[in-house]
Nanobody, 123 residues
Framework: QVQLVESGGGLVQAGGSLKLSCAAS????????MGWFRQAPGKGREVLAS????????GYTDSVKGRFTISRTYAKNTVYLQMNSLKPEDTAVYYC????????????????WGQGTQVTVSS
């Protein structure tokens, strides 16, 4: 079992920044990759970024590339999402997730999920 606890969400004005954190515990040695997702009301869960747990290789979806950065502190079992130049369209619940296998980075392939943290961007 892997437990994920997210923090760092809040209310910001357009153009501002936030940094989200995700602390992992439990069987973290079994994790292959971590990812950040978001879900706005009435919309599906959207993948934003991923990072391999041991190697630190990253990937981003086009909508956040250049604005968001995923990183990790391996020794602390923690991953981060630095979000800059935030837009009202970024308003959503943001989720951290862990994947055990080397498979496609889509929500159904992730095995463990955090509780989510609300990010609201005002205009």
């Amino acid at each position: 079992q892997v437990q994920l606890v997210e923090s760092g969400g809040g209310l910001v004005q357009a153009g501002g920044s936030l940094k989200l954190s995700c602390a992992a515990s439990g069987r973290t040695a079994s994790v292959y990759a971590m990812g950040w997702f978001r879900q706005a009301p009435g919309k599906g869960r959207e993948v934003l970024a991923s990072i391999t747990w041991s190697g630190g290789s990253t990937g981003y979806t086009d909508s956040v590339k250049g604005r968001f950065t995923i990183s990790r502190t391996y020794a602390k079992n923690t991953v981060y999402l630095q979000m800059n130049s935030l837009k009202p369209e970024d308003t959503a619940v943001y989720y951290c997730a862990a994947k055990l296998g080397d498979s496609r980075h889509v929500a159904p392939n992730y095995n463990y999920w955090g509780q989510g943290t609300q990010v609201t961007v005002s205009s």
